[in-house]
């Protein structure tokens, strides 16, 4: 079974300053994709970035990087120099499994808010 | 271009009652996943069909649940006999394929189901 862990029920950032949201998982499968969604208060699930297990570099979207530990199983988001704009709740999610489709597991998600 | 639209994207309706929820994915996508989201938690996966075929039903939580796509475009969930607890957002995403489906899914805004 897979499993996301987001530790962080409610993060703090001030305007034009970086922010890491933690996220960590669990799976036995030696590939897997790891997936950083943003929900703002409409609702709907904006994709921001992906990450795949055998990917070698960390991947970047413009302010948005994904600090990929594999040994620590871990894929921290980072915001750079975030906006007012960036206030919303932010899932991890993870894709696994030899399976050739893409089924989404998410966590619990972490609200961002960012103070002017 | 379009993305992927979800009606109504408000239902309320009396526990006991048989309800209907439509997606339309982004044209041309053959990946379409419906997922249920709760207040205060992470989407979670219910069912994923490529073309018209259910591929993987298995996050669907009772026969009560039931979800069509007869020609490969839109979809429908489908709730009889609804319960309190079916009260959640449910959220519908598509991906060009199966293939692109490993690495990002386009989510729709939501439909908002309240079972009074």
């Known amino acids: 079974a897979q499993k996301i862990t987001q530790t962080q029920p409610g993060m703090f950032v001030q305007e034009k300053e970086a922010v890491t949201l933690d996220c960590t998982y669990d799976t036995s499968d030696p590939s897997y994709g790891l997936f950083w969604y943003k929900q703002p208060s409409s609702g709907e699930m904006i994709f921001l970035i992906y990450?795949?297990?055998?990917?070698?570099q960390n991947a970047t979207e413009g302010r948005y990087s994904l600090n990929f530990q594999k040994a620590r199983k871990s894929a921290n988001l980072v915001i750079s120099a975030s906006q007012l704009g960036d206030s919303a709740m932010y899932f991890c999610a993870m894709r696994a499994g030899g399976t050739s489709y893409g089924k989404l597991t998410f966590g619990q998600g972490t609200i961002l808010t960012v103070h002017p | 271009g379009a993305g992927v639209s979800q009606t109504p994207s408000n239902k309320v309706t009396e526990k006991g009652k048989y309800v209907e929820l439509r997606c339309d994915p982004i044209s041309g996508h053959t990946a379409l996943y419906w997922y249920r989201q709760s207040l205060g938690q992470g989407p979670e996966f219910l069912i994923y069909f490529q073309g018209t075929g259910a591929a993987d039903d298995s996050g669907l939580p009772n026969d009560r649940f039931f979800a069509v796509r007869p020609e490969g475009s839109v979809s429908t969930l489908k709730i009889q006999r609804t319960e309190r607890g079916d009260s959640a957002v449910y959220l519908c995403a598509s991906s060009p394929d199966r293939q692109s489906s490993r690495k990002t899914q386009y989510f729709g805004p939501g439909t908002r189901l309240l079972v009074l």
């Open positions: 990450q795949g297990s055998y990917d070698q």
